[in-house]
């Protein structure tokens, strides 16, 4: 099992930044794909971006809806990520969830994720 723990949602003005955690816990000594989702009232869950747990790498894919203007980089633990978001607007008011798979990244359905976090709600005020 893998345990995930997202942290650093919040409300931030229109063009403002945040910068979001998730840590990993539990069987994390395999190489594990991890990926940052949002999803909003009444859509689809949205995959955003992968990445591995170091050592194994680092961000292997961007949607379009957020390249450039997001990156993700270590955490400060060996098994956590962070996802830096700049420039935020207000389509990018989501609840944000951490998901873990075993292995290589693959693509980005969340029925390929079999561990997700409880999320942490990002607001975008005009």
């Known amino acids: 099992q893998v345990q995930l723990v997202e942290s650093g949602g919040g409300s931030v003005e229109v063009g403002g930044s945040l910068t979001l955690s998730c840590a990993a816990s539990?069987?994390?000594?395999?190489?594990?794909?991890l990926a940052w989702f949002r999803q909003a009232p009444g859509q689809a869950r949205e995959g955003l971006t992968t990445?591995?747990?170091?050592?194994?790498?680092?961000?292997?894919y961007y949607a379009d809806s957020v390249k450039g203007r997001w990156t993700t980089s270590p955490g400060i633990t060996k098994t956590s990520i962070r996802l830096r978001m700049t420039d935020l607007q207000p389509g990018d008011a989501a609840m944000y969830y951490c998901?873990?798979?075993?292995?290589?990244?693959?693509?980005?359905?969340?029925?390929?994720?079999?561990?997700w976090g409880q999320g942490t709600q990002v607001t975008v005020t005009s």
């Open positions: 998901a873990a798979r075993r292995g290589r990244c693959g693509g980005m359905t969340a029925d390929e994720y079999d561990f």
């Open positions: 539990g069987d994390t000594s395999e190489k594990v794909c």
């Open positions: 990445s591995y747990i170091s050592p194994y790498g680092r961000s292997e």
